[in-house]
């Protein structure tokens, strides 16, 4: 029993008002240009002349009550006074006047605008009241806003100019959002000297209403859009950001420039974690889970967006340079290693196709020196062998001018060599005037050019970084090696006694954490002196023994901790003097005694693992180097909840103590899957207990391989908001799990999918007959590629419902699965479902189907759709039972569709009273 077809594309679930009318912001049929004029210099002439200049194809509608014409147009008095229908309204009024235009765009039944004015949020309390009222207005009648406080918006394919930029850039597959509309008009600028095209140009303001996930999710659906740049000075709706982004980046590279890397408010933090997880390290984390390439300048922003409009994606790291001058070709050796990237080792029959055009001096490796009197012809030759070797990934190709080449007639012989090519070619034209015709050349032939080979490497380092980042995150998870214990029952308890306290002891924290099946040593609670001492020759020599004070974060910082205590006799002095010093670094600190914990003498390794929870991204898990000079070192990496086991490895693989964790001189390896239970153990209880504001466990301590947790600090307080919405991704829904027998007498356990799964949905695939696959993907399918069992199993829990039938004795075998994919307004739903041919017949796809279709009712789905082949009778015949609408479409296949508000109503109408 299969049906169902699904798409490999991003599909969107509504956050807010998601998609909706968002076409009619870039392609309208019709324009109003609100605050048109022809007076000199001012931005309502520059709206109306770039809007048909631009050579927009639908009717412009200039809107000024005292004139009766503008730029050669009629004028209107108001919106609502156009004769024609409006899609998209661009205002340029004051902004005291923008709520009274809303309400009139909303009487005329204005699909979308764009409020240009300024003087909202950025001058205060008023401005906020203002758009406040804006937004009120707007959202009455369901009109998208883009702004205020913006340039505008422009799309080349549809000859849309509805902004006050003087350019309109050529047409071409890169988008752009900014926040800074300075920054668009410069790039605007620059990208018509480089021959760079853009399918969608965006300023989007203070974003009121549409913001950059919306974009996101708009673009990453529209087939022109290659490749998304993003300037962002702060975020809006983080989870809907981070849940387009994530979806996205999967198909379409996504290039932020971020400003602000301050490290403003790590001060006042109280713990390790909190200092050494500022603000932008934060973003730095979400970006790369998103799979999201970071770059810090301006520059680097241009020059990756002249590569990705110009030329294929890199599939590796391998380049080869090509060069007439030694110097910059070593350079730009150096660059390449420095930036993570390779010189291509050429292949032996590269290497004498190479002698047969080139001198016999020439560098007989890779940089390919073809020496300062190189010639036109002896470039074309270079580069056309080079282009055969099939260890090259990319192409770098530097012309230093000198008396014998010929620049210009060099860059035709580079464009016509690369025509047609799979991998990207670019080049370093270095110099000024006497480069300048041959730059114009190449970036008319669509070759990207940089002003020195540095600069081109790291543009093309940023995209090898966005595949090797996407690669990674989308590595099949394994199983964990065994059962995590995760005792919720004590974890609540100890959370609700310990929000009364706010700062958690130590032995309170390590206790906390030995309900998540963190392992931790022992610690005892001495009150006195005599009784540390019998504690310490309870548990064996050596010990070591620590302040015990809700009102002291650091230890170390009062000397509370003393170490390698040999006999009971120390264990008193010590006590004795501890307590002396904290004494007389704060005579008013509540002291409750001491604890006592058997010291591990010689550890191999110090690491820190902590927590915060972050203003805007939620809980934040760190991992680094540990010991009291953690934040000096500073070696330390991020990561957002939910974490799995390939994404632990990946946060310690960013560190440098990771590299000593393989083993050091005589230090054996740490065993790294314990580590990586560990960062998922403490991923959980923040999944889980959004109260966790702080936590701090270091060191973490590992002798013989083996992690435990040796010191830990926690601070809870009250959340404003309950487990997962205090998260920015959504976590695995466990709400969702059932365990029931179907009408068969079989035994199932329903649950969501999860990345693990992946390799029990190719046993499931092994387990469907050649007419059951394609009754279930519509093509003869001999196996599932990776690409397609990433898709399927590593969802996005707030776009897909995809839920798996197990046995119940036998948990590592899917019976089958059953999803329902999202539209971009969350109200329409696409379901597939696949059950293995011994399990059809048995109730199992009647079981998914229902808890599908539960769910999404659940969650305000109100159509759920799917194609069926007109062969496959018994999915007809569940869709009927199911309360499927059953009709045979013009293709020989039936369309099947449930109402569920229908359904729903039906269903209730039926049960007694």
């Given at each position: 029993?299969?049906?169902?077809?699904?798409?490999?594309?991003?599909?969107?679930?509504?956050?807010?008002?998601?998609?909706?009318?968002?076409?009619?912001?870039?392609e309208?049929?019709?324009?109003?240009?609100?605050?048109?004029?022809d007076?000199?210099?001012?931005?309502?002439?520059?709206?109306?002349?770039?809007?048909?200049?631009?050579?927009?194809?639908?009717?412009?509608?200039?809107?000024?009550?005292?004139?009766?014409?503008?730029?050669?147009?009629?004028?209107?008095?108001?919106?609502?006074?156009?004769?024609?229908?409006?899609?998209?309204?661009?205002?340029?009024t004051?902004?005291?006047?923008?709520?009274?235009?809303?309400?009139?765009?909303?009487?005329?039944?204005?699909?979308a605008?764009i409020?240009?004015?300024?003087?909202?949020?950025?001058i205060?309390?008023?401005?906020?009241?203002?758009?406040?009222?804006?937004?009120?207005?707007a959202?009455?009648?369901?009109?998208r806003?883009?702004?205020?406080?913006?340039?505008?918006?422009?799309?080349?394919?549809?000859?849309?100019?509805?902004?006050?930029?003087?350019?309109?850039?050529?047409?071409?597959?890169?988008?752009?959002?900014?926040?800074?509309?300075?920054?668009?008009?410069?790039?605007?600028?620059?990208?018509?000297?480089?021959?760079i095209?853009?399918?969608?140009?965006?300023?989007?303001?203070?974003?009121?209403?549409?913001?950059?996930?919306?974009l996101?999710?708009?673009?990453?659906?529209?087939?022109?859009?290659?490749?998304?740049?993003?300037?962002?000075?702060?975020?809006?709706s983080f989870?809907?950001?981070?849940s387009?982004?994530?979806?996205?980046?999967?198909?379409?590279?996504?290039v932020v420039?971020?400003?602000?890397?301050?490290?403003?408010?790590a001060?006042?933090a109280?713990?390790?974690?909190?200092?050494?997880?500022?603000?932008d390290?934060?973003?730095?984390?979400a970006?790369?889970?998103?799979?999201?390439?970071?770059?810090?300048?301006?520059?680097d922003?241009f020059?990756?967006?002249?590569?990705?409009?110009?030329?294929?994606?890199?599939?590796?790291?391998?380049?080869?340079?090509?060069?007439?001058?030694?110097?910059?070709?070593?350079?730009?050796?150096?660059?390449?290693?420095?930036?993570?990237?390779?010189?291509?080792?050429?292949?032996?029959?590269?290497?004498?196709?190479?002698?047969?055009?080139?001198?016999?001096?020439?560098?007989?490796?890779?940089p390919?020196?073809?020496?300062?009197?190189?010639?036109?012809e002896r470039?074309?030759?270079?580069?056309?062998?080079?282009?055969?070797?099939?260890?090259?990934?990319?192409?770098?190709?530097?012309?230093?001018?000198?008396?014998?080449?010929d620049p210009?007639?060099?860059?035709?012989?580079?464009?016509?060599?690369?025509?047609?090519?799979?991998?990207?070619?670019f080049?370093?034209?270095?110099?000024?005037?006497?480069?300048?015709?041959?730059?114009?050349?190449?970036?008319?032939?669509?070759?990207?050019?940089?002003?020195?080979?540095?600069?081109?490497?790291?543009?093309?380092?940023h995209?090898?970084?966005?595949?090797?980042?996407?690669?990674?995150?989308?590595?099949?998870?394994?199983?964990?090696?065994?059962?995590?214990?995760?005792?919720?029952?004590?974890?609540?308890?100890?959370?609700?006694?310990?929000?009364?306290?706010?700062?958690?002891?130590?032995?309170?924290s390590?206790?906390?954490?030995?309900?998540?099946g963190?392992p931790?040593?022992?610690?005892?609670?001495a009150?006195?002196?005599?009784?540390?001492?019998?504690?310490a020759?309870?548990?064996?020599?050596?010990?070591?023994?620590k302040?015990?004070?809700?009102?002291?974060?650091?230890?170390?910082?009062?000397?509370?901790?003393?170490?390698?205590?040999?006999?009971?006799?120390?264990?008193?002095?010590?006590?004795?003097?501890?307590?002396?010093?904290?004494?007389?670094?704060?005579?008013?600190?509540?002291?409750d005694?001491?604890t006592?914990?058997?010291?591990?003498?010689?550890?191999?390794?110090?690491?820190?693992?902590?927590?915060?929870?972050?203003?805007?991204?939620g809980?934040v898990?760190?991992?680094?180097?540990?010991?009291?000079?953690?934040?000096f070192?500073?070696?330390?990496?991020?990561?957002?909840?939910?974490?799995?086991?390939?994404?632990?490895?990946?946060?310690?693989?960013?560190?440098?103590v990771?590299?000593?964790?393989?083993?050091?001189?005589?230090?054996?390896?740490a065993?790294?899957?314990?580590?990586?239970?560990?960062?998922v153990?403490?991923?959980?209880?923040l999944?889980?207990?959004?109260?966790?504001a702080?936590?701090?466990?270091n060191?973490?301590i590992v002798?013989?391989?083996?992690?435990?947790v040796?010191?830990?600090?926690?601070?809870?307080?009250?959340?404003?908001v309950?487990?997962?919405?205090?998260?920015v991704?959504?976590?695995?829904?466990?709400?969702y799990?059932?365990?029931?027998?179907?009408?068969?007498?079989?035994?199932?356990?329903?649950?969501?999918?999860?990345p693990?799964?992946?390799?029990?949905?190719l046993?499931?695939?092994?387990?469907?007959?050649?007419?059951?696959v394609?009754?279930?993907?519509?093509?003869?399918l001999?196996?599932?590629?990776h690409?397609?069992?990433?898709r399927?199993?590593?969802?996005?829990?707030?776009?897909?419902?995809?839920m798996?039938?197990?046995?119940?004795?036998?948990e590592?075998?899917?019976?089958?699965?059953?999803?329902?994919?999202?539209?971009?307004?969350?109200?329409?739903?696409?379901?597939?479902?696949?059950?293995?041919?011994?399990?059809?017949?048995m109730?199992?796809?009647?079981?998914?189907?229902?808890?599908?279709?539960?769910i999404?009712?659940?969650?305000?789905?109100?159509?759920?759709?799917?194609?069926?082949?007109?062969?496959?009778?018994?999915?007809?015949?569940?869709?009927?039972?199911?309360?499927?609408?059953?009709?045979?479409?013009?293709s020989?296949?039936?369309?099947?569709?449930?109402?569920?508000?229908?359904?729903?109503?039906?269903?209730?109408?039926?049960?007694?009273?």
């Open positions: 029993m299969e049906a169902g077809r699904i798409g490999y594309g991003p599909n969107q679930r509504k956050f807010e008002m998601g998609l909706y009318n968002l076409g009619k912001i870039f309208p049929d019709s324009m109003a240009v609100v605050g048109a004029s007076k000199r210099g001012s931005i309502g002439r520059a709206l109306i002349q770039n809007a048909v200049l631009g050579g927009f194809q639908g009717p412009i509608y200039p809107v000024n009550p005292h004139r009766a014409e503008v730029n050669g147009l009629r004028a209107y008095t108001s919106v609502t006074a156009v004769e024609g229908d409006v899609d998209l309204a661009v205002i340029a004051p902004i005291a006047a923008v709520p009274e235009v809303m309400e009139d765009c909303v009487k005329k039944g204005v699909r605008s409020v240009i004015s300024a003087g909202g949020r950025e205060g309390e008023q401005g906020l009241a203002l758009e406040k009222r804006i937004d009120e207005k959202r009455q009648g369901g009109i806003v883009v702004g205020p406080n913006c340039l505008g918006v422009i799309c080349p394919r549809c000859r849309l100019n509805a902004s006050f930029a003087n350019r309109m850039p050529e047409d071409g597959k890169l988008a752009f959002i900014s926040q800074s509309g300075a920054l668009c008009t410069a790039i605007l600028d620059l990208s018509v000297k480089e021959h095209g853009f399918s969608h140009f965006v300023s989007t303001g203070s974003m009121l209403d549409v913001d950059f996930g919306d996101i999710d708009y673009l990453g659906d529209e087939p022109q859009v290659q490749s998304i740049l993003l300037y962002v000075e702060h975020l809006k989870r809907k950001f981070m387009a982004a994530r979806a996205v980046s999967r198909v379409k590279p996504i420039l971020k400003s602000g890397r301050s490290e403003a408010g001060e006042a109280s713990s390790h974690t909190g200092a050494m997880a500022a603000e390290a934060v973003y730095d984390a970006f790369k889970r998103a799979g999201v390439v970071r770059v810090n300048t301006i520059g922003l020059d990756c967006a002249e590569l990705l409009a110009k030329q294929p994606r890199p599939r590796g790291p391998r380049v080869i340079v090509v060069t007439n001058a030694g110097g910059p070709g070593v350079m730009a050796a150096d660059s390449l290693s420095e930036n993570g990237l390779e010189l291509t080792r050429l292949e032996p029959g590269t290497l004498e196709k190479l002698d047969r055009v080139l001198p016999p001096h020439w560098s007989r490796g890779n390919v020196d073809i020496l300062g009197d190189a010639t036109p470039y074309a030759g270079a580069i056309e062998q080079c282009l055969e070797d099939p260890g090259m990934d990319g192409m770098l190709v530097i012309l230093n001018p000198q008396a014998m080449t210009a007639e060099a860059a035709r012989s580079l464009a016509q060599a690369v025509k047609g090519r799979p991998h990207p070619v080049a370093s034209w270095i110099g000024g005037l006497a480069v300048e015709e041959g730059r114009t050349l190449l970036n008319e032939a669509g070759i990207p050019t940089y002003d020195t080979p540095e600069q081109a490497i790291r543009a093309f380092m995209l090898h970084e966005y595949a090797e980042n996407l690669k990674a995150l989308q590595e099949i998870p394994p199983q964990h090696a065994h059962y995590i214990r995760f005792d919720h029952e004590r974890l609540r308890e100890l959370v609700r006694q310990g929000l009364r306290k706010g700062r958690l002891t130590e032995p309170e390590k206790e906390l954490l030995s309900a998540c963190i931790v040593n022992r610690t005892e609670i009150a006195d002196e005599e009784r540390a001492a019998e504690l020759g309870g548990m064996g020599f050596p010990v070591v023994l302040i015990l004070s809700r009102e002291i974060t650091h230890k170390s910082d009062v000397r509370g901790v003393e170490v390698g205590l040999r006999d009971g006799d120390e264990v008193k002095r010590a006590w004795r003097a501890m307590m002396a010093r904290v004494r007389s670094f704060d005579p008013d600190a509540v002291v005694g001491a006592v914990q058997p010291m591990v003498v010689d550890p191999d390794y110090e690491l820190l693992l902590g927590a915060k929870r972050d203003v805007h991204f809980p898990v760190l991992f680094g180097m540990g010991g009291f000079l953690a934040e070192f500073r070696d330390r990496a991020l990561g957002l909840p939910p974490l799995n086991r390939n994404l632990a490895r990946m946060l310690m693989e960013e560190t440098r990771n590299e000593l964790l393989h083993g050091y001189r005589n230090r054996p390896p065993k790294a899957e314990l580590l990586q239970e560990m960062i153990q403490l991923a959980h209880l999944v889980d207990f959004p109260e966790v702080e936590l701090d466990m060191p973490v002798k013989d391989g083996v992690p435990q040796v010191d830990a600090r926690v601070i809870l307080t009250p959340s404003p309950s487990s997962p919405h205090h998260l991704i959504s976590p695995y829904p466990d709400q799990e059932y365990r029931e027998t179907t009408a068969k007498g079989l035994e199932i356990f329903i649950r969501p999918i999860k693990e799964d992946a390799p029990l949905l046993d499931l695939f092994g387990h469907l007959s050649r007419e059951s394609y009754n279930r993907f519509f093509s003869p001999k196996t599932l590629s690409d397609m069992l990433v399927f199993s590593q969802i996005d829990y707030d776009r897909e419902i995809a798996v039938a197990l046995d119940s004795e036998e590592n075998r899917i019976l089958g699965v059953a999803r329902i994919i999202l539209g971009p307004d969350k109200d329409r739903g696409e379901f597939a479902i696949a059950v293995g041919d011994p399990w059809q017949g109730g199992v796809g009647s079981r998914l189907l229902q808890h599908a279709l539960r999404a009712g659940d969650w305000g789905v109100r159509t759920v759709y799917g194609k069926v082949l007109a062969e496959n009778r018994r999915m007809v015949q569940l869709a009927r039972k199911g309360g499927f609408h059953v009709k045979r479409d013009g020989g296949e039936y369309a099947i569709t449930v109402d569920l508000d229908q359904k729903a109503r039906s269903e209730n109408e039926s049960v007694p009273i």
